[in-house]
């Protein structure tokens, strides 16, 4: 494994945090989105982020700079032709992820791994489009990317066993602990038992059995979690968990998962959470307020 330069597609939450943890580590990245502002918004907030480093003597001024030039940031997918590994993190949506894909098995030499972020899309159905699905993978890193230690590692049926090892390899240089599961399942561990708690947490909500407040403290105090429900389902943005609670629905057929139409009333309204600044809870007031929703 000689991995140095790392392609990041898509430059939202995810994305971001996978380009800033790369830099950290010393490598190089290309990130790329569809958007010139997010790009530049993505940049500026991962310097943001190593600023408040430098303020509480952390770091060096030199440093950051350092670590931001490694990251270069395009709009032009081509760019991958001359990386070592390509993860993608574009919006939570099959189509999409089968377009860029298909579009990446032309641009990426053959013994490249392409590796999706995805939460719930199928992995085999991510590679489908591929002339070679056996070097498409999950590589399913937890938010903020950074900070959070596991990254789950999901072959799809087709995947070669060396690839996934590859791809676990990286994980660990990248400091964090890889989980690899032993088959392919919508969503892998965490995020499919994640689910089926958040998806209630909504649900309580819409019956009205506790305010968003009350949800959010009763399962932090209740069952000692860092954080409520709601507040992550914010935090991970109402959409992306929307499309990851649907796909769990339709492709496991199962009631557990059936999404909340409030959510879908959200996405609409524009309350996609922390990243529009409304989403259960209104964060342009400090401190957020829970948000009307009716
Ligand atoms: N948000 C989370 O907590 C979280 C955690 C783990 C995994 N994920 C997964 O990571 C992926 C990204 O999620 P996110 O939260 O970063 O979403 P996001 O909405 O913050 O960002 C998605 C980005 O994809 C870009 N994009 C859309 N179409 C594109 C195209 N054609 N070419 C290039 N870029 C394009 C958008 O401009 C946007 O910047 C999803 O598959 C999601 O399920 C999300």
Same mark, same amino acid.
């Given at each position: 494994m000689d991995i140095k330069k790392v392609f990041v597609l898509g430059a939202g939450i995810m994305g971001s945090g996978i380009a800033h943890l790369c830099a950290q580590q010393g490598l190089n990245v290309v990130l790329v989105d569809i958007d010139e502002g997010i790009l530049k918004k993505s940049l500026a907030g991962i310097e943001g982020i190593l600023n408040k480093k430098v303020a509480k003597g952390k770091m060096t001024e030199d440093a950051v700079k350092e670590m931001v030039g490694r990251i270069k940031i395009s +709009?032009?997918?081509?760019? =991958? =032709? /001359?990386?070592?590994f390509v993860i993608e993190a574009v919006t939570e949506n099959i189509n999409l992820k089968q377009k860029l894909f298909k579009e990446l098995d032309e641009i990426v030499p053959d013994e490249i791994i392409l590796a999706t972020n995805t939460t719930a899309c199928s992995i085999s159905e991510v590679a /489908?489009? +591929?002339?070679?699905? /056996?070097r498409v993978v999950g590589m399913h890193f937890f938010n903020p990317a950074v900070v959070m230690k596991l990254v789950e590692i999901m072959p799809g049926l087709a995947t070669k066993p060396e690839v996934a090892a590859t791809t676990k390899e990286f994980v660990e240089s990248l400091g964090k602990e890889p989980v690899v599961t032993a088959k392919e399942g919508i969503a892998g561990i965490a995020s499919r038992v994640l689910a089926g708690m958040l998806n209630e947490a909504v649900w309580v909500l819409e019956e009205g059995i506790g305010t968003a407040a009350d949800i959010d403290k009763a399962m932090k105090?209740? /069952?000692?979690?860092?954080?409520?429900p709601l507040a992550l389902i914010d935090m991970i943005g109402i959409d992306t968990h929307l499309a990851k609670t649907r796909n769990l629905y339709v492709k496991?057929?199962? =009631?557990? $998962?059936?999404?909340? $139409?409030l959510l879908e009333k959200m996405v609409h309204a524009g309350y996609l959470g922390r990243k529009a600044g409304k989403?259960?809870?209104? $964060? +342009?007031q400090d401190p957020p307020v829970p948000t009307v929703l009716k």
């Open positions: +709009t032009d997918k081509n760019e =991958a =032709a /001359s990386c070592d /489908s489009v +591929t002339k070679d699905p /056996s105090m209740g /069952s000692n979690l860092p954080m409520g496991l057929g199962d =009631a557990r $998962y059936r999404p909340c $139409y989403g259960f809870y209104d $964060y +342009t």
